[in-house]
């Protein structure tokens, strides 16, 4: 018997394995050929799109809307895999709604879009079940590159390069490549081990040499990089995790959200994975909402986000938010953590209300207590074991628009690096960018 | 509401839709049942010779074409008359013709082309009671490699001899069912008149191929490996079919013979527009054969609303109306102007009315680097694509520049005067304006 909503403290088996296995299902099923074809029917075929526009890998988007409507999804994959090579992962988790689906001008006409995100996946579904890969390498350049960090950052850029002729090496400090992929992103968004189907499928290039366990400050140098290979790429991501700063911090049962994001999508068997009954998550980007509506979905009784700003601050987007609320968590605006009380583990978090003025949050003083067996910081992550040579902005690797960094022969793209968005698909973009740069700085 | 009810050529009809000869009006089950949805009369299907009856192809009979979401635009068949007894369809058109005394019966025909054949078969029509018959000279597939159908209909000599068998031998209207497949309608349409034709139906199915079948190369609908070619309808024919109606309706010759029109009319706007132009009533096959025959309640309610709204209160108020307005290209004002317009709080800004100005027409649409798309009056010609290619209804239209003012791409103020290319300098056999 499961466990139910209401047992107190951090347990497993809260839901029975059905109903686990119903509320990790697809967020998007895929479509069927007819959904797509109904959906695909809808484009306009616009000049200059919006859409593309909006997106940071520029996808030809109506070019391979109408690939779909003339009946050759696996063109409209090779359109779409052409700009972005992890386009079947971006279908899934690019946050749309804020990007190529808000600038659709149908979005204008009727408020509701061409679903391009779906109609990706339903392209690249299609080819990627052929099991072949539609990309082949160019005569050998005799060049070696090395990336350090399997994310999509760092995957875009080998895959660029491998096909541009050059040999590359992967290097990550985990045991399997993905990155936030794989380790990341919420479970109902990457279902049947699809990161991992992808990065497989994108391996089939050639010339791509992946190695594990491998972390770039510890068992690698940038000088050792820089010596043995023609060109380095750099995809760290953000390994720290922001500090509350808030009294009761060490206590059992507050823990970073990016680690229970990561055991969960690393579960064998989530019915055996404990989650709170009162689960509090602190912060208002996407990763609050993955671990919010993951532990609602484990059978978590009560959820809450709390964001010390607004609504319209938040990082998540407004569909991210409905997604919460309509998975049963409580979204809480202007509070902010002040302690974590307890008798060793944690049992209530007090909440103080917050105003925001030019931007600074300020305390009002008025205070409240939430029951809370489980805290989440999802309060952002910090670049953290970079080389020590390199420039930094705002915190993050100095780059310039094709990936330089301030260091000659070494580039780098993804989370880590200074400017884009913190998105999968913008780290496609940059890494796939810094490639074109290094073929070209290489063969001169 | 309006009363649709409708007379051509004396015979009433509640309402002035009719089911065309087609797979649809094959049956008595099936008349009944359509009868029953309103339909105000039907021509039944095709009768041939007595005797043992054609067959069809035991393979696919239809192919079509789509539009967005699978809307089917055209059908083309390879059906030929009806496959059943000429004594079992006679029976049928008895019993059907008695109970729906209200309703218009009119039974299509296709016999060989020779009198004997016309004379035997009419009298046994004649005792049905159905009101009138149509002759079918139209089918261009099958029947008219057996020198019937389009055969006939291709040849105005025979139209007009097969229409006088048929006042001959039968007592009742004739009407003569025209084909499309040949240059100019207008020849067929007057042998029909002088033959002593009623009426005038049109038009038949259009010669067609709809589809190859890449895997099979072969024509849809592939039948054993083959397609040959087929009866094209639906939407997709309407213009073509409205442009002959017209042709007939404003021929000095024809101008006062009764037309029944068909060609993909799906709504009752369909219906209104043909009749514009100068159609008695109409017939309709491909709608009811995609949506089934309720479609006529939308055709019934929605002429009945337009003619409240226009204030006709019968079909004769309006049947014809556009005829006068139908005229040559020499004969349009030349110096009528007209810029096109953009309506920036409909504009949806997809830039399809500027890639199609930029790159198929006259360069008169600006796109902003934000977006919007304003019309260039110095260089707009009015062609009227950006309206048709702007998916949002109303948005771009068609504004007329009023006498007096300046048409900024030629730099001449608009005239009042009517002006036509008869009398255009540029044109070698210009007459001089009165």
Known sequence: MATSHQASGIQAGRLAAPEIADNFGDLHPAYDAHEAAVAADRCYFCYDAPCMTACPTSIDIPQFIREIQAGHPASAAKT???????????ARVCPT??????????????GKPVEIGRLQRFATDVLMARDEHPFSRAPSTGKKVAVAGAGPAGLSAAHRLAMLGHDVVVYDAKSKAGGLNEFGIAAYKSTEDFAAREVDWLLKIGGITMQYGKKLGEDLSLETLKADYDAVFLSIGLAGVNALRAAGEDMDGVRDAVDFIEELRQADDLTKLPVGRNVVVIGGGMTAVDAAVQSKLLGAENVTIAYRRGRDAMGASRFEQDLAASKGVTLMFNVMPKAILGEGAAAEIELEYTDVHDGRVTGTGETLRLAADQVYKAIGQTLEGQPAELELEDRKIMVDATGRTSVANVWAGGDCASGGEDLTVTAVAEGRDAAMDIHSTLMG | MADLTTEFLGIKSPNPFWLASAPPTDKEYNVRRAFEAGWGGVVWKTLGSEGPPVVNVNGPRYGAIFGADRRLLGLNNIELITDRSLEINLEEITRVKKDYPDRAV??????????????DILPKVEATGADGIELNFGCPHGMAERGMGAAVGQVPEYIQMVTEWCKKYYSKPVIVK???NITDVRFPARAAKNGGGDAVSLINTINSIVAVDLDQMAPEPTVGGKGTHGGYCGPAVKPIAMNMVAEIARCPQTHDLPISAIGGVTTWKDAAEFMALGAGNVQVCTAAMTYGFNVVKEMISGLSNWMDEKGYTSTQDFIGMAVPNVTDWQYLDLNFIAKAKINQDDCISCGRCFAACEDTSHQAIEMSADRVFTVKDDECVACNLCVNVCPIEG????????????????????????????????????????
């Open chain 2, 178 to 180: 025209l084909t499309p």
């Open chain 1, 97 to 110: 709604e804020t990007l190529c689906e808000e600038a659709c001008v149908r979005e204008a006409a009727e």
């Open chain 1, 80 to 90: 779409i895999l052409d700009q972005n090579i992890l386009g079947g992962m971006c």
């Open chain 2, 395 to 434: 948005c771009i239209t068609m504004e007329e520049v009023p006498a007096g003012q300046l048409d900024e791409r030629t730099g001449k103020v608009v005239s009042d005067e009517y002006a036509n290319w008869t009398t255009h300098p540029n044109n070698p056999s210009a007459t001089a304006a009165e």
């Open chain 2, 106 to 119: 009119i039974v299509s025909i296709m016999v060989p082309c020779e009198e004997q054949a016309w004379k």
